[in-house]
Nanobody
Framework: QVQLVESGGGLVQPGGSLRLSCAAPRNIFSNNVMGWYRQAPGKQRELVARITRGGSTNYAVAVKGRFTISRDNAKNTVALQMNSLKPEDTAVYFC?????????WGQGTQVTVSS
């Protein structure tokens, strides 16, 4: 089966920005709420942002005001613009539906915020 494919991570200094992208199979993207999740070392995976097909968004308290989620329904893609990054944002970032489709998790993309 086709998995979700995340890209755009990297090493950035505190205060910097990154834009993550995710390509999703049509069967998971269509008619589903999509989300960005992250998992830091030793911690559970958490949902940080979600977006409905119509464009309504919700954010975790830790990222609200700094991260912006968007989606392109024609291209089956979802993006996460991350600004004012902090060391505590360091994690592997994944996209998936909300609630997640368990067998579709991709490899994620590593985001490291460090000076």
């Amino acid at each position: 089966q086709v998995q979700l494919v995340e890209s755009g991570g990297g090493l950035v200094q505190p205060g910097g920005s990154l834009r993550l992208s995710c390509a999703a199979p049509r069967n998971i993207f269509s008619n589903n709420v999509m989300g960005w999740y992250r998992q830091a070392p030793g911690k559970q995976r958490e949902l940080v942002a979600r977006i409905t097909r119509g464009g309504s968004t919700n954010y975790a308290v830790a990222v609200k005001g700094r991260f912006t989620i968007s989606r392109d329904n024609a291209k089956n893609t979802v993006a996460l613009q991350m600004n004012s990054l902090k060391p505590e944002d360091t994690a592997v970032y994944f996209c998936n539906a909300d609630p997640p489709w368990l067998y579709y998790w991709g490899q994620g993309t590593q985001v490291t915020v460090s000076s």
